[in-house]
């Protein structure tokens, strides 16, 4: 079946502009994750969304950044404003029934702010 | 917050080498651990997870890891180490609601 799918794959803007990045997960699967892989750190956790709770954003940087999921299933990051500092691979991962289970991820999109 | 700790940031090893990674995590109680690998221009994939039983768990590859409670570590092994191994490993503890990864280590295997 279909993997996890994000757009665009790469993403070039200038400082200060808006950026929206999308993901589809796997259908069916409820849990779904935002992370930013940025060269040497490793996968830092965004957002997490689970169903219809309200989603955690503990690990949203600043409030420029937010994050939508559509009818349980779509998902869309918008960086506002943005940075130098915000360039990175920005990955979405899904998984069935929560995160304690295997996710699946996406291939990434890398943003590249100058 | 739970913290999830990988000791090597890179790791260069020639062919037929052993291999140990490792993890050590911050959490106390009952976890699920993860070892994810990310090959060259691929995307994340698991290579093997522990949930409960046989603490020595094995993952595609010929990968294993060893989830030792008292050390709180999940280190992951291989006897023997293939040129198709290079790629970078990411440790990753779940935890109510909490997933972590580690900073990731890159595996460089010398033909």
């Known amino acids: 079946g279909a993997g996890v799918s994000q757009s665009p794959s790469n993403k070039v803007t200038e400082k200060g502009k808006d950026v929206e990045l999308r993901c589809d997960p796997i259908s069916g699967h409820t849990a779904l994750y935002w992370y930013r892989q940025s060269l040497g750190q490793g996968l830092e956790f965004l957002i997490y969304f689970q169903g219809n709770s309200a989603p955690d954003k503990s690990g949203l940087p600043s409030d420029r950044f937010s994050a939508e999921r559509t009818g349980g299933s779509v998902s869309t990051l918008t960086i506002q404003r943005t940075q130098q500092e915000d360039s990175a691979v920005y990955l979405c991962a899904s998984s069935l029934v929560s995160p304690g289970y295997e996710q699946y991820f996406g291939p990434g999109t890398r943003l590249t702010v100058t | 917050a739970q913290s999830v700790s990988q000791h090597n940031h890179h790791v260069i090893l020639s062919e037929a080498a052993s291999l140990e990674l490792g993890c050590n995590y911050s959490y106390g109680g009952t976890v699920n651990l993860f070892w994810y690998v990310q090959y060259p221009g691929q995307h994340l994939q698991l290579l093997l997870k522990y949930f409960s039983g046989d603490p020595l768990v094995k993952g595609i590859k010929g990968f294993e890891a060893e989830f030792i409670k008292s050390k709180f570590s999940f280190n992951l092994r291989k006897p023997s180490v293939q040129w198709s191994d ?19 280590t890159r595996l460089t295997v010398k033909p």
């Not at chain 2, 490993?89 to 990864?101: E, H, L, P, Q, S």
Request: charged content about 15%; hydrophobic content about 35%.
């Open chain 2, 86 to 104: 290079t790629a970078e490993y990411f440790c990753a503890v779940y935890n109510n609601n909490d997933m972590r990864f580690g900073a990731g």
